[in-house]
């Protein structure tokens, strides 16, 4: 069990050190994630999140910004440049509303988080116009940021709070193999996108066991 909530104190090498375990874990997941999208999309989603996170560590690495708000702005901002198709900006909007929902604050606290998340995820529906059950990332997003917000309002320490996010996620992720997709190009397969895992709910998950990752060693 980690320290009260609102013990821990997010610094800038927080966020960088998520974004860099986010990269390495997309990476080795990077076939995968690929083979999902062959499945129902167009076979490139680990091929692109590949690329467009090892940009975002690259441009951490030569920008170095100076808050938690500015290192996520970045990594969105990059993001949108660098992912094709729907991905980037879906990811790029996420990462850069929860950068502009931590503010100009040089740290943060897990409760700040959590709302950063949540905000995150508010960004992610009115871009792709998804709720939960239309088997896209937000079945893997939204349930991370309940439990997040969960874990924040009962006190629970950092690790344990976004382990139950990471948790949530992958659950989602999970949860996505039996639907029909409703969003995306694997809505035009209608009930052949049954049975299939989605892949942006799977590197969702990926990311978010990356932050809970990074916590565990915060």
């Known amino acids: 069990m980690g320290a009260e909530v609102g013990a821990e104190v997010l610094t800038p090498a927080f966020f960088g050190a998520w974004i860099e375990e986010a990269a390495r874990s997309v990476r080795a997941e990077r076939d995968e994630l690929t083979r999902l999208d062959a499945a129902i999309g167009d076979a490139d989603h680990g091929t692109n999140l590949d690329r467009g996170f090892t940009e975002a560590v690259r441009a951490l690495g030569e920008r170095c910004p100076a808050t938690p708000g500015a290192v996520l702005v970045l990594v969105g901002s990059t993001l949108i440049r660098k992912v094709g198709g729907a991905s980037g900006p879906l990811y790029g909007t996420a990462f850069r509303e929860a950068g502009k929902a931590l503010g ?87 009930p052949r996108s049954v049975g299939h895992q989605d892949p942006g709910a799977t590197s969702a998950a990926l990311i978010l066991r990356a932050l809970h990752t990074v916590a565990a060693r915060w």
């Open 104 to 190: 100009d604050a040089p740290a943060v606290s897990a409760a700040d988080l959590a709302a950063a998340l949540t905000a995150g995820v508010a960004g992610v529906r009115r871009l792709g116009s998804a709720a939960e059950g239309d088997k896209t990332m937000v079945d893997a997003l939204a349930p991370a940021a309940g439990a997040l917000a969960e874990a924040v309002r009962e006190g629970r320490g950092l690790d344990d709070a976004l382990g139950a996010a990471s948790a949530a996620a992958a659950a989602g992720a999970a949860a996505t193999i039996p639907m029909p997709a409703r969003k995306g190009r694997a809505s035009y397969l209608g």
